[in-house]
């Protein structure tokens, strides 16, 4: 992080005005840098604050970033309470779209690497996820499972003594460097979790290395009401899988998975298209929750099996299955150092949090509505004929907007269009003029703060547009609303990005 005389901050903890250019574009940063930037900057956080950039496991909703909603509506977190545009959190997986995925970059092999990892494998080698005593304790029956097919090998730390938690029957390696456990995830063919540590780089580095990675379904999911450990997160998610035979379809609401201090990833139509190009098949509903969804409904069957621990029948026969199944080394285009340089230079070319929009003149009419009213008369789509704004990102022509059923989210609306919830087109669906093209009956129409708006109230007939800008959010639902939600397109492999955002 830059100190506070690097920033251009005067003596007096930034309460005397700028006096120089800023010396830099973005400040990329965590939540310890920010507050202690605040703290340092005073009066002067205000003017950079569009500026900053942050790095954020577990994502930050909307709801828990705007501080006197929080405040007032009971949001409790230990994070939040920043009041910036919720597309300034970078995170680690597609959380939710309401913020900016990051990502990171793990280690890509070329083919040659590839065909030397899959000729060296042991095909009854496991390694356990985890580095903790703590997570093998209550799996001795799991365990004895898998000891029936597989030779165990685990990377628990010690200082003297072997953990009384992980069983005579494993190898433990102890704590190993980085290349070391790379080595043994080359040669094993299963990497197995058991719960903890929650959504995670080292899943993704395993199937990199040719492994496939096995995970626990919770049930009941894990969330801050049954886990202490997600007590305090600027979030309240869940991920809802509808789908069977390994290919998940639909949504993405209220997600709790998280990983050390953090959480993630939506699902099904994504995966789709951002993952391995599967679809959707035999849809039933349905609630899922894992150990790392992103793993489980971005990428899947093969490379991630996902099944109940507590039934030894469905968990040894994943076991046999696993071990019949041949699997390539595989790196989401995502998690690739190309994937992740497209992604960062679209954000740093195109996100502009500090340009403010210019008044609207005096007596100015009302310009012509930018959308219409689909063909089948279920959506509204970008007018042919009207012309996005220049310089808009993403392009508003990528716009598709429906009128969710009552308790659904946004970003579940979209996915299950094959399409993605987009933040940035809020403002543009803000009116009621856009209840209208879609044929809704609003006896009233009403301005206020809240999370959930735009949307329709169905008792009452009431419909309720957005004050408050900051609170725009794709997460988030209600039974009492019909939420009016934006959606758009993504690349193939990249879905932080539009068909047309290059």
Not at 17 to 25: A, E, G, I, Q, S
Request: proline fraction near 9%; charge should be positive; aromatic fraction near 12%.
């Amino acid at each position: 992080m830059p100190s506070p005389s690097n920033l251009g901050v005067p003596p007096g903890r930034g309460n005397c005005p700028l006096t120089m250019p800023l010396p830099f574009d973005l400040i990329y940063t965590d939540y310890h840098g920010l507050q202690q930037m605040k703290q340092h900057m005073g009066l002067s956080f205000r003017k950079y604050r569009c500026r900053i950039r942050v790095i954020d496991t577990f994502g930050t909703e909307p709801a828990y970033n705007h501080e006197e909603y929080a405040t007032l509506h009971g949001y409790r977190t230990n994070w939040g309470y920043w009041n910036l545009n919720p597309k300034q959190f970078m995170t680690m997986f597609p959380h939710t779209p309401d913020n900016s995925f990051m990502g990171f970059v793990s280690e890509e092999l070329n083919e040659t690497e590839k065909q030397l990892i899959k000729g060296g494998k042991a095909g009854n080698m496991a390694v356990v996820y985890g580095k903790e005593a703590s997570i093998w304790k209550g799996k001795e029956k799991s365990l004895g499972i898998l000891s029936k097919y597989m030779e165990i090998h685990g990377t628990v730390y010690y200082e003297s003594q072997r953990p009384p938690e992980v069983p005579a029957f494993v190898k433990n390696h102890g704590l190993l460097p980085q290349p070391e456990f790379q080595q043994l995830l080359r040669k094993a063919k299963l990497f197995i979790g058991f719960g903890f540590p929650y959504e995670g780089p080292a899943p993704l580095e395993a199937i990199a290395n040719g492994c496939v990675f096995l995970q626990s379904r919770f049930s009941p999911p894990h969330s801050s009401l049954n886990h202490e450990f997600f007590r305090g997160k600027p979030t309240s998610r869940e991920v809802r899988v509808r789908g069977r035979g390994g290919a998940p379809c639909g949504s993405w609401q209220r997600e709790t998975e998280v990983w050390g201090e953090g959480r993630g990833g939506p699902n099904g139509w994504v995966r789709e298209l951002a993952g391995r190009g599967r679809s959707c098949r035999n849809p039933r509903p349905g609630q899922v929750f894992s150990q790392h969804p992103y793993a489980e409904n971005f990428i899947g069957k093969p490379h991630v099996w996902t099944v109940d621990y507590n039934n030894s029948d469905e968990f040894e026969a994943a076991i046999k299955a696993i071990m019949r199944t041949q699997v390539d080394p595989y790196l989401p285009y995502e998690y690739t150092c190309e994937g992740m340089l497209e992604r960062i230079h679209a954000y740093i070319q195109h996100q502009d949090f500090c340009a403010a929009p210019g008044p609207v003149p005096a007596g100015a009419r009302a310009p012509q509505s930018p959308f219409v009213l689909a063909p089948n008369a279920t959506h509204l789509e970008w007018a042919g004929n009207s012309s996005s704004a220049p310089g808009a990102w993403p392009p508003a022509h990528s716009l598709r907007a429906w009128l969710a059923a009552a308790g659904r989210a946004c970003t579940d609306l979209c996915l299950d269009h094959g399409l993605v919830c987009e933040p940035s087109f809020f403002p543009i669906l803000n009116s009621q003029d856009a209840f209208r093209k879609l044929q809704v009956p609003c006896d009233s129409t009403e301005s206020e703060m809240n999370h959930l708006y735009p949307a329709f109230a169905q008792p009452g007939r009431e419909c309720f547009l957005q004050k408050e800008p900051l609170l725009f959010s794709c997460a988030g639902s209600s039974t009492k609303y019909r939420r009016l939600c934006p959606c758009r397109d993504f690349r193939k492999g990249q879905v932080a990005l539009c068909q047309d955002c290059l």
